[in-house]
Nanobody, 125 residues
Framework: VQLQASGGGLVQAGGSLRLACAASGRSFNNYGMGWFRQAPGKERMFVAAIGWNGGTKFYADSVRGRFTISRDRDADTVYLQMDSLEPEDTAVYYC???????????????????WGQGTQVTVSS
């Protein structure tokens, strides 16, 4: 499974962006999915995750109430809607999937086996 993240860019504080994560090679509709981010000089941090059927979602405290994770099974794509962006949200954002289907992934990067290439999000003050 190859994952392709897109939708990053430069936005002013208070603005919005929507990231998308699409799979190639095979469907990932039966995988739970997660989003992580990594700022320069910092470790990769959990942002949000969603269950395989979209029924379970959870977020890092720093983004809860501002970011929304969702999935479109017809499009085989997972989204991260980011609102009220802050300069501290500046990072490379990665989507990821665990090794096994049906599993609800956790908050640790080690819970995930498949990673996209990342998309840069820059929030100016």
């Amino acid at each position: 499974v190859q994952l392709q993240a897109s939708g990053g860019g430069l936005v002013q504080a208070g603005g919005s962006l929507r990231l998308a994560c699409a799979a190639s090679g095979r469907s990932f509709n039966n995988y739970g999915m997660g989003w992580f981010r990594q700022a320069p000089g910092k470790e990769r941090m959990f942002v949000a995750a969603i269950g395989w059927n979209g029924g379970t979602k959870f977020y890092a405290d720093s983004v809860r109430g501002r970011f929304t994770i969702s999935r479109d099974r017809d499009a085989d794509t997972v989204y991260l809607q980011m609102d009220s962006l802050e300069p501290e949200d500046t990072a490379v954002y990665y989507c990821a999937a665990p090794a096994r289907v049906w599993v609800l992934p956790g908050r640790k990067a080690s819970d995930y086996n498949y990673w996209g290439q990342g998309t840069q999000v820059t929030v100016s003050s």
